[in-house]
């Protein structure tokens, strides 16, 4: 019985195209009623439910005469275009059936990764919450052209389980878990409980069903940033759902690694794109991964990048191995011209950190 997913106060369930769709690759409507009967059944027992949904291409198939999944990008975003619609349709009506009311949040992995436009979707999702609907969301594929090749819904899912502060991330997907290699290689066997990523050895080399994108390799990335944000995490069966959020042993658990940490430096160390590099050397390094100190403009040896006050940065240290990201102080150019004096010189003496501890995250926290 894993009791952190039964009692889970809050929980993220992503649902992949294979698992949404029938032989024939179109949107299989008892299986989003299913979806719909079962997450009622969770938000009506007080629980917080984000329902991360792929399949808008799937159910845009068919209404645009198309027979499998396209393989060039714009088709494959137009029939998204088409198909988002509907799906969300299919669940609106699903989950009134049992007098849940929903809301779709298109959103793409950059919206979740820019400070200003992340706090505004917390914003839309906690006053969801508050009022008592379930967000259902999907990647924004008119414009997010990366999602669709590497299939980041898994990302994304991962992303909103630690935005929402989840307890739990339920992946759910037409395998039922993760096995040391594609479940048709001869000796494959299921895994039922990862305590530790960074030593599973599995193969994800080949990529999976007809109509998904990402495979498992992509789920080892959500399990990966969800872990760490303290989230527990089950990969499984569609099929298995109602068991999995029961606790039951289903599918493979991934135990959280790592105690909650402030929004923003998770984030900073799973989502950001830095904007810019600062080279530091041996003595700046060391005070940032011993010391516990910030980073001042003393110890840069060399900026690169073009980025304001504020943005996300990575420090390198000199053997060439990153040392953490933080929230930079000043600007690229403000940056090049404060690294020239020392702190001790008249007019400089009062200089702010470059990245302050509390803004940053290192690749040893
Ligand atoms: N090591 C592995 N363990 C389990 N499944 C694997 C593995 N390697 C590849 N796969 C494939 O990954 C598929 C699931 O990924 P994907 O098709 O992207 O699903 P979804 O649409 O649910 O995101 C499985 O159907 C399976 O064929
Ligand atoms: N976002 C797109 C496709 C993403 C996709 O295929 O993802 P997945 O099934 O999770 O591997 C959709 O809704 O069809």
Redesign the pocket.
């Known amino acids: 019985m894993r009791s952190e997913i039964a009692d889970a106060k809050r929980v993220v369930v992503k649902?992949?195209?294979?698992?949404l769709t029938g032989p024939d690759g179109h949107l299989d409507h008892g299986r989003v009623r299913e979806l719909a009967r079962l997450l009622s059944a969770l938000h009506g027992r007080g629980a917080r439910v984000v329902l991360v949904t792929?399949g808008a291409i799937a159910a845009g198939l068919l209404p645009l005469g198309l027979t499998r999944r396209p393989r060039d990008l714009e088709t494959q975003q137009a029939a998204a275009a088409v198909g988002q619609g509907l799906l969300v349709r299919h669940y609106a009506d699903a989950f009134a059936e049992h007098g849940v009311t929903v809301a779709q949040l298109l959103l793409t992995v950059e919206d979740v990764l820019r400070p200003r436009t992340y706090r505004n979707a917390l914003n839309t999702i906690s006053r969801l919450f508050r009022l008592g609907v379930v967000p259902i969301v999907n990647e924004n594929d008119t414009v997010a052209t990366h999602e669709i090749r590497f299939?980041d819904?898994?990302k994304l899912a991962a992303l909103i389980a630690h935005l929402v502060r989840a307890d739990a991330l339920l992946l759910?997907?037409?395998?039922d878990?993760?096995?040391?290699?594609?479940?048709?290689t001869p000796g494959?066997r299921r895994i039922d409980r990862v305590d530790d990523l960074t030593t599973l050895d599995?193969?994800?080399s080949?990529?999976?069903?007809k109509?998904?994108?990402?495979?498992?390799r992509?789920?080892l990335q959500a399990a990966d940033i969800a872990t760490q944000a303290g989230v527990s995490v089950v990969l499984g069966h569609a099929d298995d759902l109602e068991r999995a959020l029961a606790g039951d042993e289903v599918g493979t658990f991934f135990a959280p690694v790592r105690k909650r940490r402030p929004r923003r430096l998770l984030w900073l160390a799973f989502a950001a794109e830095p904007r810019g590099f600062l080279h530091v050397d041996a003595g700046a390094r060391d005070a940032l991964l011993h010391g516990k100190a910030s980073l001042l403009a003393a110890g840069i040896r060399e900026v690169r990048g073009v980025f304001s006050e504020g943005e996300p940065v990575e420090m390198i240290g000199p053997d060439g191995h990153p040392v953490g990201r933080g929230f930079v102080a000043y600007s690229s150019a403000d940056l090049e011209h404060e690294m020239g004096h020392s702190s001790s010189e008249a007019g400089h003496r009062h200089q702010r950190p470059v990245v302050h501890r509390d803004h940053m995250m290192l690749a040893t926290d």
């Open positions: 649902v992949g195209s294979s698992s792929s299939g819904n898994d759910m997907s037409d395998v878990g993760l096995y040391t290699a594609h479940p048709d494959a599995v193969d994800t080949r990529v999976g069903s109509v998904g994108t990402g495979g498992m992509t789920k």
